[in-house]
C-alpha cells in the first residue's frame, strides 16, 4: 500500500498511456495537418523511421563520428557463441562492459556483462540482435535535447536532464535489501534486482560504503532525474552543436551522455555518447518530481511541436512520410520487438 499510494501521488510512475492523454489529441491534430500519422519518419531523414521505432542503435552510432561514443559491436541473434568471444576479443572491449538490444525500449533488457559466463547467459537467452559496449569511464550522465530546423545553420538545446542512480550507502549493519527499501523509488524496483542480485541483496555494506546497483541512468530502472536545464550556456550549445551537426540529417533528439566533469564538458573534452535518440525522444526533464504534469504536458506539447514543424520542412524538401501500410507494419514489428525485450 506504501508502494502504491507513493505511484498514485508522483505521476512520474504513471503509465506512459495515461500520461500522454492529452498529447494524443495533439497528435492528431497535426496528423490531421500533414494527412498521415507517420509525420515523424521526415523528422531525421538518415534515421530509421525517423528514430521512432524500430531504429537501429549500430546504425545509429554509425552516423556519429567514432570519437564521440564507446568501442561498440553488433551482435547477430544465434551467432555460434564462439564468433562472439572472438569479436570481443578483437574489438578491445574488455569485461565488464554493456550488453543491450539493438533495437530497445526504455532501458528493458540493458545489462552490465562481469564475465564470460554472464556473456554466454545473456546470449542464449536474447532473442533479439544485441550490442557490446564498452563501458563510459565518467562518473556523470546527462540528457541533452537538441533541435535545429533544417533551414537552420545552427541548433539549439532545449532541455537537459541530470540523472541520479540507483546507489545505496551503507550504514554498517542493514542488509542491501533493508537500504532498498528504506527508499521509495529504490523499492520500486526491488522485484528487477533480486532476480539479478539474489542472495547479495543480504550483504551488509560497511559504513560510509556505495554500491552502484543499476550502473545507467534510466528512469524505468531507478534512476532519479533531475531537470538541469537552468545550465544550458552558448558554451554548452556550441560543444553540442558542433558534434550535431557531423550527424548527417540529424534534427530533432535527446543524446545521453556521460562527462567527467562539467568544466571539461563546457570545453568539449572527456564526454561520450551513450545513446542518440530520434523522434521517439522525450524531454525527460519533465520526470524531476520538482515538476507538476502540467510542465510535463506544456513540454511535451512543445518538443512534439518541434518535431512535426521539422518533418514539415523536410518534407518539403523531398523526405517521403511513411505510407500507412509500411507504418503500420513496423509498428506491428515494434510491438514483437518491445514484447522481447520486456520479458528478457
Known amino acids: 500500500m506504501k508502494l502504491f499510494f507513493h505511484k498514485l501521488f508522483h505521476w512520474e510512475y504513471w503509465p506512459f498511456e495515461i500520461v500522454y492523454i492529452p498529447i494524443y489529441f495533439l497528435w492528431a491534430y497535426y496528423a490531421l495537418k500533414a494527412r498521415t500519422i507517420f509525420f515523424f519518419n521526415a523528422?531525421?531523414?538518415?534515421?530509421?523511421?525517423?528514430?521512432?521505432?524500430?531504429?537501429?542503435?549500430?546504425k545509429i552510432y554509425d552516423l556519429i563520428p567514432k570519437q564521440f561514443y564507446p568501442k561498440t559491436k553488433f551482435v547477430k541473434e544465434k551467432l555460434p557463441f564462439d564468433e562472439v568471444v572472438s569479436l570481443l576479443v578483437n574489438s578491445g572491449i574488455n569485461f565488464p562492459f554493456i550488453a543491450k538490444p539493438d533495437i530497445g525500449l526504455r532501458g528493458s533488457a540493458v545489462k552490465k556483462i562481469d564475465n564470460v559466463d554472464e556473456l554466454k547467459s545473456y546470449h542464449f537467452k536474447a532473442d533479439f540482435d544485441y550490442l557490446i559496449q564498452d563501458l563510459i569511464p565518467y562518473e556523470n550522465e546527462i540528457?541533452?535535447?537538441?533541435?535545429?530546423?533544417?533551414?537552420?545553420?545552427?541548433?539549439?538545446?532545449?532541455?537537459?536532464?541530470?540523472?541520479?542512480?540507483?546507489?545505496?550507502?551503507g550504514d554498517g549493519h542493514s542488509t542491501i535489501s533493508a537500504l532498498l527499501r528504506a527508499n521509495p523509488r529504490y523499492e520500486i524496483q526491488?522485484?528487477?534486482?533480486?532476480?539479478e542480485y539474489g542472495?547479495?541483496?543480504?550483504?551488509?555494506?560497511?559504513?560510509?560504503?556505495?554500491?552502484?546497483?543499476?550502473?545507467?541512468?534510466?528512469?524505468?530502472r531507478g534512476a532519479k532525474f533531475l531537470d538541469y536545464s537552468h545550465l544550458i550556456s552558448p558554451k554548452l550549445t556550441k560543444v553540442i552543436d558542433e558534434m550535431?551537426?557531423?550527424?548527417?540529417?540529424?534534427?530533432?533528439?535527446?543524446?545521453?551522455?556521460m562527462y567527467n566533469s562539467w568544466e571539461e564538458l563546457l570545453r568539449g573534452k572527456n564526454f561520450s555518447v551513450v545513446e542518440l535518440n530520434g523522434a521517439a525522444s522525450e524531454p525527460t526533464h519533465i520526470y524531476d518530481p520538482k515538476h507538476s504534469l502540467f510542465f510535463a504536458w506544456k513540454e511535451l506539447a512543445r518538443h512534439i511541436g518541434?518535431?512535426?514543424?521539422?518533418?514539415?520542412?523536410?518534407?518539403?524538401?523531398?523526405?517521403?512520410?511513411?505510407?500507412?501500410?509500411?507504418?503500420?507494419?513496423?509498428y506491428r514489428m515494434h510491438l514483437e520487438q518491445s514484447n522481447k525485450i520486456v520479458h528478457f
Open 199 to 220: 542472495r547479495h541483496l543480504k550483504t551488509v555494506l560497511a559504513k560510509g560504503e556505495k554500491k552502484n546497483l543499476v550502473p545507467y541512468g534510466n528512469h524505468a
Open 190 to 195: 526491488m522485484n528487477a534486482l533480486k532476480k
Open 43 to 58: 523528422c531525421n531523414p538518415s534515421m530509421e523511421n525517423g528514430g521512432f521505432y524500430m531504429d537501429s542503435k549500430i
Open 306 to 330: 518541434y518535431m512535426f514543424h521539422i518533418s514539415v520542412e523536410n518534407h518539403k524538401r523531398g523526405f517521403p512520410y511513411l505510407s500507412h501500410k509500411v507504418g503500420m507494419e513496423q
Open 143 to 169: 540528457g541533452i535535447f537538441y533541435v535545429r530546423f533544417p533551414h537552420e545553420k545552427h541548433g539549439r538545446i532545449t532541455g537537459i536532464v541530470a540523472k541520479e542512480f540507483l546507489i545505496v550507502e
Open 244 to 257: 550535431c551537426l557531423q550527424v548527417p540529417e540529424f534534427y530533432f533528439g535527446r543524446m545521453d551522455l
